[in-house]
């Protein structure tokens, strides 16, 4: 009874005794043992070695073989490509709209002047982000476009880089175009990987002694040579000439990494799943016919045939023979033809005819796929649903919760990398326009360069945020607007609508239904209400 016992004393670590150092005669210390990391009896823990270096170091040695498998994985999946644009859609949709929150008060504006100089700015804002001749330097892609790039760039490299160039005159008036502000995207692997620690240069980067950053150091193509050439981060003005956008993982990071790189293993795990079903798709295909029969052998009859001689009873074993000989010649006459035409007639007593398939892929396959699929869709940010197009077993609110969960990831997304790339380039684009005369600013150039912080500052807006159920949605925004817990600038910000050109539409339409004399959409429900009744007192009144 004793090993049985002590068996379970180790099953339950009760067996287990602090291990003992010697200090001296008579004394014994305990050692001490670390609780974090207790492994078990099979060495699960020591079967993993990890090691701790710092965060830069790690994207600085594995940020090629990661870009570099990103983009093998995005061009030669479907679904990792439909994932990107997933990605893309629930963040920017088709544009991110600006929302301009300029502080002015300092030069003298007020709260309808401010309001009349935003929806300048916006109207001017649209003609230029959406003409690829005025804001892309090789004058082929819309601002929102570029947006898009930068974003498949993100998730591919980690980060977004680009120039923000001016154009001046003379070129401008080659072209035929107005504005000099000019975002021109590069690939982030044009910033090279070079490291000076003596210098501040990191992974292409320039610091100074605060670590902030100064300058790049970019691969340029020139007279079909490769020249690396250094850019400063800003201009003398403060004003941004390069554009390096990523998420960092440590506040020391200087370069991002691709957002697939936590998702390669299980992308690969999941190609050799498919692979090895689709192999298995093809051989069940293919057959094999067995015929079973319980009929005696060659070697049975030679044994029959020796008991026939040495046997008494030989008269016996002589038609038991003879029976065994007429059903097989009987069977010989028929056929079993697997061909084109395929036949089976009367087969021997006993025998059985079989077709036998594979028996894979067995009932693991489709739990062990989503779980790959879910983790993907985690790593990537998007739901389960957007990655594989599975809502097989989606309930309305499975659905919700999953929305519920994944947004706030997009949101962030659309606020780290998406919005900061229209904000650079509306930021130069505005100081352009102020300092050329095209915007009109109350003391000019001067009082904008002085207050070109609180001028810039501007919101944007993405798409809305998705619903299981239209109508249960709007119940609810209404809800809030009627308890207060709400307001219309939040409830449109959910929607993807700026609220001022709501508001603007709205005013517009209401006048021109009121002036043609016809009942306007947009007139309060309480105000017919009202109507009524003050014509029934008035009523009551006469009488």
Same mark, same amino acid.
């Given at each position: 009874?004793?090993?049985?016992?002590?068996?379970?004393?180790?099953?339950l670590?009760?067996?287990?005794?602090?291990?003992?150092? +010697?200090?001296?005669p008579?004394?014994?210390?305990?050692?001490?043992?670390?609780?974090y990391?207790?492994?078990?009896?099979?060495?699960?823990?020591?079967t993993?070695p990890?090691?701790?270096?710092n965060?830069r170091?790690?994207?600085?040695?594995?940020?090629?073989?990661?870009?570099?498998?990103?983009?093998?994985?995005?061009?030669?999946?479907?679904r990792?490509?439909?994932?990107?644009?997933q990605?893309i859609?629930?963040?920017?949709?088709?544009?991110?709209?600006?929302?301009?929150k300029?502080?002015?008060?300092?030069?003298?504006?007020?709260?309808?002047?401010?309001?009349?100089?935003?929806?300048?700015?916006?109207?001017?804002?649209?003609?230029?982000?959406?003409? &690829?001749?005025?804001?892309d330097?090789r004058?082929?892609?819309?601002?929102?476009?570029?947006?898009?790039?930068?974003?498949?760039?993100?998730?591919?490299?980690?980060?977004?880089?680009?120039?923000?160039?001016?154009?001046?005159?003379?070129?401008?008036?080659r072209?035929?175009?107005?504005?000099?502000?000019?975002?021109?995207?590069?690939?982030?692997?044009?910033?090279?990987q070079?490291?000076?620690?003596?210098?501040?240069?990191?992974q292409?980067?320039?610091?100074?002694?605060?670590?902030?950053?100064i300058?790049?150091?970019?691969?340029?193509?020139?007279? %079909?040579?490769?020249?690396?050439?250094?850019?400063n981060?800003?201009?003398l003005a403060?004003?941004?000439?390069?554009?390096?956008i990523?998420d960092?993982?440590?506040?020391?990071?200087?370069r991002?990494?691709?957002?697939?790189?936590?998702?390669?293993?299980?992308?690969i &795990?999941?190609?050799?799943l498919?692979d090895a079903?689709?192999?298995?798709?093809?051989? &069940?295909?293919?057959?094999?016919?067995?015929?079973?029969?319980?009929?005696?052998?060659?070697?049975?009859?030679?044994?029959?045939?020796?008991?026939?001689?040495?046997?008494?009873?030989?008269?016996?074993?002589?038609?038991?023979? %003879?029976?065994?000989?007429?059903?097989?010649?009987?069977?010989?006459?028929?056929?079993?033809s697997l061909?084109?035409d395929?036949?089976?007639?009367?087969?021997?007593?006993?025998e059985?005819?079989?077709?036998?398939?594979?028996g894979?892929?067995?009932?693991?396959?489709?739990p062990?796929?989503?779980?790959?699929?879910?983790?993907?869709?985690?790593?990537?940010?998007?739901?389960?649903?957007?990655?594989?197009?599975?809502?097989?077993n989606?309930t309305?609110?499975?659905v919700?919760?999953e929305?519920?969960?994944?947004?706030?990831?997009?949101?962030?997304?659309?606020?780290?990398?998406?919005?900061?790339?229209?904000?650079a380039?509306?930021?130069?684009?505005?100081?352009?326009?102020?300092?050329?005369?095209?915007?009109?600013?109350?003391?000019?150039?001067?009082?904008?360069?002085?207050?070109?912080?609180e001028?810039?500052?501007?919101?944007? &807006?993405?798409?809305?945020?998705?619903t299981? +159920?239209?109508?249960?949605?709007?119940?609810?925004?209404s809800t809030?607007?009627?308890? %207060?817990t709400?307001?219309?600038?939040?409830?449109?910000?959910?929607?993807?609508?700026?609220?001022e050109?709501?508001?603007?539409?709205r005013?517009?339409?209401?006048?021109?239904?009121l002036?043609?004399?016809?009942?306007?959409?947009?007139e309060?429900?309480?105000?017919?209400?009202?109507?009524?009744t003050?014509?029934?007192?008035?009523?009551?009144? +006469?009488?």
């Amino acid at each position: 009874m004793a090993k049985p016992l002590k068996a379970l004393g180790r099953l339950l670590n009760r067996g287990d005794k602090p291990a003992l150092t +010697d200090k001296g005669p008579g004394q014994v210390a305990v050692r001490s043992v670390s609780r974090y990391l207790r492994d078990t009896r099979s060495k699960v823990l020591a079967t993993r070695p990890a090691s701790l270096t710092n965060s830069r170091d790690d994207i600085r040695l594995s940020w090629r073989r990661c870009a570099g498998l990103a983009r093998d994985i995005i061009q030669n999946s479907g679904r990792l490509k439909g994932a990107v644009d997933q990605v893309i859609a629930d963040t920017v949709g088709s544009e991110l709209l600006l929302n301009p929150k300029p502080n002015l008060s300092a030069a003298g504006y007020d709260a309808q002047e401010t309001a009349e100089w935003c929806r300048i700015v916006k109207q001017r804002w649209k003609r230029f982000a959406w003409n &690829q001749a005025e804001c892309d330097m090789r004058g082929k892609f819309t601002l929102p476009q570029l947006v898009d790039c930068s974003l498949r760039d993100y998730i591919t490299f980690g980060e977004v880089t680009g120039m923000l160039d001016y154009m001046g005159g003379a070129q401008r008036a080659r072209y035929g175009i107005k504005a000099g502000t000019k975002l021109c995207l590069f690939s982030p692997q044009k910033l090279v990987q070079d490291t000076l620690e003596h210098d501040r240069l990191f992974q292409g980067v320039f610091h100074d002694e605060n670590g902030r950053p100064i300058s790049y150091l970019i691969e340029e193509a020139r007279n %079909g040579q490769t020249v690396k050439t250094r850019y400063n981060a800003r201009d003398l003005a403060g004003r941004a000439q390069v554009l390096h956008i990523f998420d960092p993982t440590c506040a020391s990071d200087v370069r991002g990494i691709s957002v697939l790189a936590s998702a390669f293993r299980k992308h690969i &795990q999941h190609e050799m799943l498919e692979d090895a079903t689709l192999q298995t798709a093809i051989l &069940q295909t293919l057959f094999a016919a067995v015929l079973k029969s319980e009929l005696p052998s060659e070697e049975a009859f030679a044994a029959i045939e020796a008991i026939a001689k040495s046997s008494e009873d030989s008269e016996y074993v002589e038609e038991f023979a %003879g029976y065994l000989s007429g059903s097989l010649a009987k069977a010989a006459e028929s056929s079993v033809s697997l061909g084109s035409d395929p036949t089976v007639s009367h087969i021997a007593p006993g025998e059985d005819f079989e077709i036998k398939t594979a028996g894979t892929p067995g009932p693991h396959y489709l739990p062990f796929s989503g779980s790959l699929g879910r983790e993907m869709a985690r790593a990537i940010g998007i739901t389960y649903g957007g990655l594989t197009m599975d809502y097989s077993n989606a309930t309305y609110s499975s659905v919700r919760m999953e929305n519920a969960s994944i947004w706030p990831v997009v949101t962030r997304r659309r606020e780290r990398i998406a919005a900061p790339t229209y904000q650079a380039v509306y930021e130069s684009w505005l100081d352009e326009e102020v300092g050329e005369g095209r915007i009109p600013f109350k003391g000019g150039y001067e009082a904008y360069s002085a207050l070109r912080e609180e001028a810039s500052w501007a919101q944007w &807006q993405g798409p809305a945020k998705p619903t299981a +159920d239209d109508a249960k949605s709007a119940k609810a925004s209404s809800t809030r607007l009627e308890n %207060g817990t709400s307001s219309l600038a939040h409830e449109c910000s959910e929607m993807g609508i700026d609220e001022e050109e709501l508001f603007e539409q709205r005013l517009s339409e209401h006048r021109r239904y009121l002036e043609a004399g016809m009942r306007s959409p947009y007139e309060p429900k309480t105000s017919q209400a009202t109507e009524v009744t003050n014509d029934g007192a008035q009523g009551v009144t +006469d009488e």
